[in-house]
């Protein structure tokens, strides 16, 4: 069992930055895929980013290439998600997610971190 616990949430104007961190407990972290998803009111939830285990492999939305980055630190069972030059249409409430590298949907999620971007 994998548990994560997202931090890192809050209001900032538009063209400001966040870090949100995902924390897992577990100790299978460093084999997993590690993804974050947004959901805005009356909309579903969609892809943002996500990095292979051993970090050398990242994939990003095209809304957010060239302003998001995920990172991740295996020693800290922690994987992060720069967000620069906020956007209004950026609020949602953001979600990390996990799955081992062989499946193909990802099996556990965090609770999720508010993200609200005034214009």
């Known amino acids: 069992q994998v548990q994560l616990v997202e931090s890192g949430g809050g209001l900032v104007q538009a063209g400001g930055s966040l870090r949100l961190s995902c924390t897992a407990s577990g100790r299978t972290f460093s084999r997993y895929v590690m993804g974050w998803f947004r959901q805005a009111p009356g909309k579903e939830r969609e892809f943002v980013a996500a990095?292979?285990?051993?970090?050398?492999?990242?994939s990003y939305a095209d809304s957010v290439k060239g302003r998001f980055t995920i990172s991740r630190n295996n020693a800290k069972n922690t994987v992060y998600l720069q967000m620069n030059s906020l956007l209004p249409e950026d609020t949602a409430v953001y979600y990390c997610?996990?799955?081992?590298?062989?499946?193909?949907?990802?099996?556990?999620w965090g609770q999720g971190t508010q993200v609200t971007v005034s214009s």
């Open positions: 997610a996990g799955k081992p590298d062989s499946s193909v949907a990802y099996a556990y």
């Open positions: 990095i292979h285990w051993s970090g050398g492999s990242t």
